[in-house]
């Protein structure tokens, strides 16, 4: 751990409390907020390689910066404010799949799934789907399976973001209840594991 | 933050989930998931989300994995300007004298003596499974051996060169004498006087040995005083404080600094124990069978690989490594 304590510009510093306070303080930010920091550049980005560097790489700015900074206040801001702006960088300079602003597997539902049970399964979540109100639909598949960003909908079907917003919330809460049983026993599912 | 007083809701889950959720946005939904219920109202959203045929799920790794890796991406970021600094002064060596201590000391207690306590304020290098060489601001290097670190404060280098350690280190100093290196060791002190290779050794018994290579260290206490010279050892006894002096050094203990080995004459298994202690590995063999075997080699900046080849070919054995353990298997030299 005092590993971390090596920098010369460590000599600047007036007390070693400081030093192992601060040192402590990194460590308990770091336990306290990757796995947080994880989730939220995964939902940008949606590859995990990526969102792996991407919190790493705001874990060593923020340590680079630990001097410049009122500790441990403004961390939290700091963390996720970087890993924002690095998420957004990184779908940016992705040029596979162009107009995929996130990483989308397509997948023939149902098709490549052997289990009769999970092929069921598929049907019924594609049923729900196709069930939802027509501009509900069109707006949730843009974005959950083409993987576009809420501007880029909202440019294509002229329509405000707010407009956007709105509709995936409706869309999440109609098939949150639509398919409440297959939510639920996939948590038990992964209860069991 | 104007979201701040924004109610969570399947709008703003959705919003997350589909990674357009700002900075604010963000923390803001990670403080309501501090509640359980929510955390669960959330964790519905989120499956519900990866039931989707286009989904990959994200699978966060260990996070004490991640941890290692980002410790190990701030020291290389760090490493590179030290390595720098060693060159530069690998060149400036050939114009300074350069004095060298080595020190095993086994530290537990905090600097006790009351004069020194606001003084010291302690910048720790530290050196955890593997030995390590570092820089000190006034161009001293410093090899630290495993499980060793020295600290030293803020003012290091102002007046004069104080520090404090434990374990075992090899210093290479810069001679300045308006500054003096000091080493405080509790009660006892060690001084750099003369400007020539020293060496200073603290064993396991919390006693403290310093050899010196050429040059001349102080080592005192209040009561006792001790001027140690070119190939000798000072040697302090924790129990009752005395100093003595004896007149040989141990090259061979220090080979995890200097890399140099002068085996003369010497017990296989003896010099093997010098081996180990200096590549931080356990090397292994057969007491009964290698009592009598004798090697008589001096080895400088070589790998532990060829001397081990040395050691092979010599005795017509030979090893195998796992981890950090060697075996040496063979006849030896009944």
């Known amino acids: 751990m005092i590993v971390l304590l090596q920098a010369e510009s460590f000599t600047n510093i007036k007390h070693v409390q400081d030093h192992i306070r601060l040192e402590e303080s990194y460590k308990q930010c770091f336990d306290q907020y990757f796995e947080r920091l994880y989730g939220y550049s995964f939902t940008i980005v949606g590859d995990n390689a990526e969102a792996k560097d991407i919190v790493q790489s705001a874990f060593v700015k923020l340590w680079e910066k630990r001097n410049d900074m009122n500790w441990p206040s403004a961390m939290q801001a700091y963390l996720y404010t970087t890993v924002y702006r690095l998420s957004l960088n990184a779908i940016r300079n992705r040029k596979i799949r162009e107009g995929h602003h996130k990483k989308i597997v397509p997948m023939q539902q149902g098709e490549e799934r052997n289990i009769p049970e999970e092929k069921e399964k598929g049907i019924r979540i594609q049923r729900a789907i196709d069930d939802l109100p027509p501009r509900c639909k069109e707006v949730f598949y843009k974005s959950r399976m083409e993987g576009k960003k809420y501007a880029v909908i909202a440019t294509e079907l002229e329509i405000s973001i707010k407009t956007v917003e709105a509709q995936i919330g409706k869309a999440l809460k109609i098939l949150r209840e639509q398919l409440a049983d297959l939510i639920i026993s996939f948590l038990i599912y992964l209860i069991i594991q | ?334």
């Open chain 2, 1 to 334: 933050m104007d979201a701040e007083n924004k109610k969570i809701d399947a709008e703003l889950i959705g919003k997350y989930l589909a990674g357009e959720a700002t900075p604010e946005e963000a923390m803001q939904l990670q403080d309501w998931l501090a509640d359980l219920e929510n955390q669960e109202e959330f964790e519905h959203y989120n499956r519900l989300w990866n039931l989707m045929p286009a989904s990959i799920p994200a699978t966060v790794p260990p996070s004490q994995e991640v941890w290692s890796q980002l410790q190990s991406n701030i020291n290389k970021r760090r490493s590179a300007p030290v390595r720098r600094m060693v060159t530069r002064l690998s060149v400036a060596a050939s114009i300074i004298a350069v004095v060298v201590i080595l020190a095993i000391y086994f530290l537990n207690q905090r600097n006790s003596s009351p004069s020194n306590k606001d003084e010291i304020t302690l910048v720790t290098r530290e050196a955890a499974d593997e030995k390590r060489t570092d820089t000190l601001k006034d161009g001293s290097v410093i090899t630290m051996n495993k499980h060793s670190h020295i600290s030293y404060g803020p003012e290091f280098n102002n007046v004069k060169r104080e520090l404090t350690m434990s374990g075992e280190a090899f210093f290479s100093v810069v001679p300045d004498k308006s500054r003096p290196f000091i080493i405080s060791l509790d009660d006892l002190t060690v001084e750099v006087v003369g400007t020539s290779f020293n060496v200073s050794r603290f064993p396991l018994t919390d006693d403290i040995e310093v050899q010196v290579q050429t040059g001349i260290v102080k080592m005192y206490t209040k009561a006792n005083l001790l001027m140690v010279k070119k190939g000798q050892t000072g040697i302090y006894t924790r129990k009752d404080g005395t100093l003595k002096l004896k007149d040989t050094i141990d090259l061979n203990s220090i080979g995890y600094a200097t890399n140099s080995f002068y085996f003369n004459d010497l017990s296989l298994i003896e010099a093997c124990k010098y081996l180990s202690h200096a590549f931080n590995v356990d090397i292994k063999l057969d007491q009964e069978k290698f009592r009598d075997c004798r090697v008589t080699a001096q080895f400088h900046s070589k790998s532990l690989n060829y001397i081990l080849e040395v050691i092979n070919a010599t005795f017509n054995c030979t090893y195998k490594r796992e981890g950090n353990t060697i075996q040496i298997h063979g006849k030896g030299c009944q």
